[in-house]
């Protein structure tokens, strides 16, 4: 057990669920004041605890990598994260200076897994959410048979690369996971040792990138999770380019250039703009200009 302090406003539920790349992600479950992460580390499975107590956080770890996650606990928890520089960064927009004061609690965690959140991110490649929920759970339930260690009953552990590596293709198929997912899996599968060996985000950005179907959004959603880099951006994402462009100009749509353009100014935390975005529950409107206008002025 470690106990570690927390920054004033922390917000254990909202970091812990930014580790989630598929909603009800089922290595994860987390509460208004604890939380659970079950995950394989490099000495084992193990599953972490985390409660918050008064203005410290109590993290508690169950299995043979009990200890390795121990070790990150914090970091996990988000406890590590460097926001400095950013509330003056955030005054250069009314909105994001309003959002950064009111998630001021907000972290982004790193688990220091890569393969862990590349299975999510490839599931959840050009599909729906619920797709790739429904794929992401039926494959754990055939490759992840072993309980998570602790307590909690309903934490999954991830699957390992060396079984998804060696399944063929047509495996994945009941679980509603096309080829083209599926052979990126394999492929990630088999590089998950190297991948797992990089130490930043930035080298794991470039190796994964290297691999075929492997593009800027999967990297972008995996760095942000496993190394909690806070100015990994997801381009090529359906929704985000409109958000980002709603948000700090009015208009309904934009482009993935101008969501670029526009996240500059925040260089080092764009991912982190894009995070108070979605905490703030803001989404670009459905229809057309004059309903987006009229929206935006609640803002």
């Given at each position: 057990?470690?106990?570690?302090?927390?920054?004033?406003?922390?917000?254990?539920?909202?970091?812990?669920?930014?580790?989630?790349?598929?909603?009800?992600?089922?290595?994860?479950?987390?509460?208004?004041?604890?939380?659970?992460?079950?995950?394989?580390?490099?000495?084992?499975?193990?599953?972490?605890?985390?409660?918050?107590?008064?203005?410290?956080?109590?993290?508690?770890?169950?299995?043979?990598?009990?200890?390795?996650?121990?070790?990150?606990?914090?970091?996990?928890?988000?406890?590590?994260?460097?926001?400095t520089g950013?509330?003056?960064?955030?005054?250069?927009?009314?909105?994001?200076?309003?959002?950064?004061?009111?998630?001021?609690?907000?972290?982004?965690?790193?688990?220091?897994?890569?393969?862990?959140?590349?299975?999510?991110?490839v599931l959840?490649?050009?599909?729906?959410?619920?797709?790739?929920?429904?794929?992401?759970?039926?494959?754990?339930?055939?490759?992840?048979?072993?309980?998570?260690?602790?307590?909690?009953?309903?934490?999954?552990?991830?699957?390992?690369?060396?079984?998804?590596?060696?399944?063929?293709?047509?495996?994945?198929?009941?679980?509603?996971?096309?080829?083209?997912?599926?052979?990126?899996?394999?492929?990630?599968a088999a590089?998950?040792?190297?991948?797992?060996?990089?130490?930043?985000?930035?080298?794991?950005?470039?190796?994964?990138?290297?691999?075929?179907?492997?593009?800027?959004?999967?990297?972008?959603?995996?760095?942000?999770?496993?190394?909690?880099?806070?100015?990994?951006?997801?381009?090529?994402?359906?929704?985000?380019?409109?958000?980002?462009?709603?948000?700090?100009?009015?208009?309904?749509?934009?482009?993935?250039?101008?969501?670029?353009?526009?996240?500059?100014?925040?260089?080092?935390?764009?991912?982190?703009?894009?995070?108070?975005?979605?905490?703030?529950?803001?989404?670009?409107?459905?229809?057309?200009?004059?309903?987006?206008?009229?929206?935006?002025?609640?803002?």
């Open positions: 057990m470690r106990t570690f302090p927390t920054p004033p406003r922390y917000d254990l539920a909202g970091t812990l669920q930014g580790l989630a790349l598929i909603h009800g992600d089922p290595t994860l479950s987390v509460g208004a004041r604890e939380g659970w992460f079950a995950t394989r580390t490099p000495s084992g499975a193990g599953t972490l605890h985390l409660a918050l107590s008064g203005s410290s956080l109590v993290a508690t770890a169950y299995g043979p990598g009990a200890d390795w996650l121990l070790d990150r606990a914090d970091a996990v928890a988000g406890l590590r994260d460097d926001v950013f509330a003056e960064l955030a005054r250069q927009h009314p909105l994001v200076h309003r959002l950064a004061r009111e998630h001021s609690g907000l972290r982004i965690g790193a688990t220091g897994r890569v393969f862990h959140h590349l299975v999510p991110a959840g490649q050009k599909v729906t959410g619920k797709e790739a929920r429904d794929g992401y759970v039926r494959l754990l339930r055939h490759f992840s048979t072993d309980p998570a260690p602790g307590p909690n009953p309903r934490l999954r552990l991830p699957p390992e690369p060396s079984a998804i590596a060696a399944a063929p293709y047509w495996v994945f198929h009941p679980f509603g996971i096309e080829q083209k997912r599926a052979d990126a899996l394999r492929r990630v590089e998950a040792g190297r991948l797992e060996r990089c130490t930043t985000a930035a080298e794991a950005t470039a190796r994964l990138l290297s691999i075929r179907g492997i593009g800027p959004w999967t990297a972008a959603e995996v760095t942000r999770a496993a190394y909690g880099d806070a100015d990994a951006v997801s381009v090529g994402d359906y929704h985000i380019k409109n958000v980002v462009a709603y948000a700090l100009t009015g208009a309904p749509r934009g482009t993935d250039e101008h969501m670029l353009e526009l996240l500059a100014p925040y260089a080092g935390h764009r991912g982190r703009v894009c995070g108070l975005l979605a905490a703030a529950g803001i989404s670009a409107p459905k229809f057309g200009p004059r309903v987006a206008l009229r929206a935006f002025a609640r803002y």
